[in-house]
């Protein structure tokens, strides 16, 4: 009998350190209400051609005018200048073999984007367009000086008159805003296990991530993962009050049992609860 209370004790303790690992933080239903149960255009309004590019000012523009709020990413030029782009590389979208870190902004702003006249733009221009009417998710990018990131992204975000909150792939990002910028809505950005292997992560950072054990860090308001089948560990993160975020929807029947949809290329509701 005393051999099964210990196992049973092992048990137990073992249930509540994975619970602690992926807890998150219950947000304020003042900080989740302007994002919930809205459609937010995942980096800007943008056309599928990309004759509209992604995270352009034109793209913000035409989020602002349709009335959704607006996804965006951002990480830092050479000279440290905070700028909207998903790529580190500009090959994609402006046809360059060149990093984004290795330029000056000036240097950046020569290129343009998908072959329009939109340019990549700076975080604090995309606020000015934006103004404050639309709720804004700024990812932060993975990059080498991500406390520099952190820190000059969040003195915009403070700085500005609107509604804005922060997600990032990277816990420790995450993790940062929690300690530096607590009042500020911050999200863990993750996908399955097999997404960070074919990455080129560790089997075993792969896991980690791929099932927010990386939350005991970050203790995330919210979870903005990819659609599909989620693992058992990210549904016991959700049921234990983490806000359920998507990406990237295509279609409006990923609106059900979310609290957030990231979309692109279809026009939903602005707001769906």
């Not at 994002?35 to 793209?59: C, M, T, V, W």
């Not at 240097?107 to 072959?115: D, F, N, V």
């Not at 792969?206 to 058992?232: E, H, Q, T, V």
């Amino acid at each position: 009998m005393e051999i099964l209370y210990i196992i049973l004790g092992v048990i137990a303790g073992l249930i509540l350190l994975t619970l602690w690992f992926i807890a998150p933080y219950a947000p304020s239903k003042r900080k989740k209400e302007p994002f919930y149960g809205a459609n937010i255009a995942h980096r800007g309004l943008f056309s599928k051609d990309q004759s509209i590019p992604e995270n352009s000012l034109a793209a913000f523009k035409n989020a602002v005018d349709a009335g959704y709020g607006v996804e965006l990413d951002v990480q830092l030029s050479k000279d440290g200048k905070v700028v909207v782009i998903h790529d580190n590389v500009l090959s994609r979208v402006c046809g360059a073999d060149v990093k984004v870190e290795d330029l000056d902004y000036d240097e950046l702003a020569k290129y343009r984007l998908c072959g329009t006249d939109e340019k990549i733009p700076l975080f604090s221009e995309v606020l000015e367009v934006i103004g404050g009417k639309t709720p804004i998710i700024v990812e932060l990018k993975d990059v080498p000086k991500n406390r520099e990131l952190c820190e000059k992204t969040y003195a915009l975000m403070n700085a500005y008159d609107g509604v804005t909150c922060m997600e990032s792939f990277n816990p420790f990002i995450v993790a940062w805003f929690r300690f530096h910028a607590p009042k500020v809505y911050r999200g863990q950005l993750a996908t399955l296990p097999e997404d960070y292997r074919a990455g080129g992560r560790s089997r075993l950072t792969s896991f980690l991530l791929g099932n927010l054990f990386m939350n005991f860090a970050a203790r995330p308001n919210f979870n903005a993962y990819r659609i599909c089948k989620k693992p058992f560990f990210v549904k016991v993160c959700e049921a234990l009050g983490c806000v359920k975020v998507c990406w990237t929807s295509h279609e409006a029947k990923n609106e059900q049992g979310l609290d957030t949809v990231i979309f692109e290329h279809y026009r939903p509701e602005i707001k769906y609860k």
